[in-house]
């Protein structure tokens, strides 16, 4: 265990109980979602459009850096063939090695995407090991726009997800991060930053936990961005292209998919926050 895996390992003993209950789930039964919506697959294809963006943002931004995306890449949905084994296997993983980083970020030796492909999670850990950090990419269909700033929108780091990245790192040793997209600008805020504000609590750290629609009723932290770092300087929308999806019940689905745009991030501000 790295001095990075037991610091964060202290901050998860100084959160009050009250706050996130018990971190093991190993043993509740996995309960399969048995239909998609056309909200769902939406927001599926921004998180992956978001995740190719930052890619891109962070190469750009630090050729010395290599961003390799690394979350699960199946495109099922519930209602379609294979999905309940897909789910869970997924969860299963959860469970045992933890969330993936949807991105990780290499210096030199970076793995190349193609050769990670069809390796199971376990075979994926001396690769993930030898990145500077992870990355989860949160997406949003907000924009800073008119009065609103930072403090009006959110990181929304699920409490269920506190467990999940955590075992994460004990098993890979690697710094964790979630970089929040809006449309017009990321904004970063360190894991072990998200941890000191739950030892605090909401009232002391300036944010509130609730379980909202938005986030599928889920117990959710609300983090204003502005505790975070804006790392973007600029940011072009992506194209926008409509399209259907059938499933084998017949069911029809709509949504959009999300293709181009682009972030520019501030390099000594990526820079820093990645080695601080």
Request: hydrophobic share 40%.
């Amino acid at each position: 265990m790295n001095a990075y895996t037991r610091h964060i390992a202290e901050l998860i003993e100084s959160i009050p109980e009250d706050l996130i209950g018990t971190l093991d789930a190993s043993g509740e039964r996995i309960k399969v979602p048995n239909q998609a919506t056309s909200n769902f697959i939406i927001n599926k294809k921004l998180g992956d459009w978001a995740e190719d963006v930052i890619k891109r943002g962070i190469e750009s931004a630090a050729p010395e850096l290599s961003a390799v995306r690394y979350g699960r890449s199946e495109d099922l949905v519930a209602g379609e063939p294979g999905f309940k084994e897909f789910y869970t296997d997924y969860i299963t993983e959860l469970r045992s090695l933890g969330k993936r980083p949807d991105v990780l970020v290499y210096g030199e030796g970076a793995p190349s995407e193609e050769n990670m492909k069809g390796k199971s999670a376990e075979e994926l850990i001396p690769i993930a090991k030898g990145a500077l950090a992870g990355i989860e990419v949160r997406s949003s269909q907000q924009s800073l726009v008119g009065t609103r700033s930072a403090d009006d929108l959110s990181f929304t780091p699920k409490i269920e997800d506190i467990a999940n990245v955590y075992r994460w790192i004990k098993n890979h040793g690697v710094r964790h991060f979630y970089f929040q997209l809006i449309f017009g600008a990321v904004y970063a805020i360190s894991f072990e930053r998200i941890l000191e504000l739950l030892v605090v609590g909401p009232k002391s750290g300036g944010y509130k936990i609730a379980r909202e629609a938005r986030n599928q009723f889920k117990s959710t932290m609300y983090i204003p961005l502005s505790l975070g770092t804006e790392l973007s300087i600029s940011f072009e929308d992506p194209v926008l292209s409509v399209f259907k999806k059938q499933l084998s019940t017949g069911r029809m689905l709509f949504g959009v998919s999300f293709s181009g745009g682009s972030v520019a991030l501030d390099a000594g501000k990526l820079r820093g926050l990645l080695s601080s």
